[in-house]
């Protein structure tokens, strides 16, 4: 167990829909990271967020946004839903950024019909 | 259910035999480097960690190598058992400009008894 939560685990839902995805990290870790790992593009890094703050950018669609909250938690929101959404979405965190190792949830399964 | 892309390269290793998982990364201005290991259903686990002033890490039955010159990475694994089988991902990272991992393709290690 990495310590990071992840829910739900599944998710299915209809195009056009939005979802949140949550993630709550490690005890003490500051660091929320977003990847999205699919058939055909491996896993790729989204978003981070630093202690409530934004701190990069990866390749994520406008139609998706994330935030993370005071106590550290992490939610993904993901609107007008595609097929082409469906896809395993982890969330990792790490004490700090650079060269700490990232700790991977168990992931939330999205299926979009 | 899988979590992974359909053609992965696989390997095929007999169980108690040593196992070498290669990896060419990309960016040369990376220095830190991680393995982590996925079985289906689950996130990346961290198996082993190593920066760019080291061209060796072992840690319990694996050993990291590191060659900057040709920009590769390999895992090794000894005595190889069934648990081991999953696909393993190398992830690198510039830890002076990106928080993000960028994570290679995966190998899929196959045990067989």
């Known amino acids: 167990d990495s310590g990071v939560t992840q829910t739900p685990k599944h998710l299915i839902t209809a195009t056009g829909q939005r979802v949140t995805l949550r993630c709550s990290p490690r005890?003490?870790?500051?660091?929320v990271y977003w990847y999205q790992q699919s058939l055909d593009q491996g896993l790729q890094f989204l978003i981070q967020?630093?202690?409530?703050?934004?701190?990069a950018k990866g390749n994520i669609l406008e139609r998706f946004s994330a935030q993370q909250f005071p106590d550290l938690h992490s939610e993904l929101n993901l609107s007008s839903l595609e097929l082409g959404d469906s896809a395993l979405y982890f969330c990792?965190?790490?004490?700090?950024?650079?060269?700490?190792?990232?700790?991977f949830g168990a992931g939330t399964r999205l299926s979009v019909l | 259910g899988e979590s992974v892309g359909l053609h992965l390269p696989t390997l095929s290793v007999q169980e108690g035999d040593n196992s070498i998982i290669n990896c060419a990364y990309s960016?040369?201005?990376?220095?830190?480097f991680i393995w982590y290991k996925q079985e289906s259903g689950k996130g990346p686990q961290f198996i082993i960690d190593?920066?760019?002033?080291?061209d060796k890490r072992q840690g319990q039955r694996v050993t990291v190598l590191l060659n900057k010159t040709v920009k590769h990475l390999s895992l090794q694994i000894a005595a190889t058992q069934p648990g081991d089988s999953a696909v393993y991902f190398c992830?690198?990272?510039?830890?002076?400009?990106?928080?993000?991992?960028?994570f290679g393709t995966g190998t899929r290690l196959q045990v067989t008894l």
């Open positions: 005890s003490g870790d500051l660091s």
């Open positions: 990792a965190s790490s004490p700090r950024t650079g060269g700490d190792i990232q700790y």
């Open positions: 967020y630093y202690n409530g703050e934004e701190r």
């Open positions: 960016n040369s201005a990376s220095d830190y």
């Open positions: 190593i920066r760019s002033n080291m």
């Open positions: 992830a690198e990272k510039n830890t002076g400009t990106a928080s993000k991992l960028t």
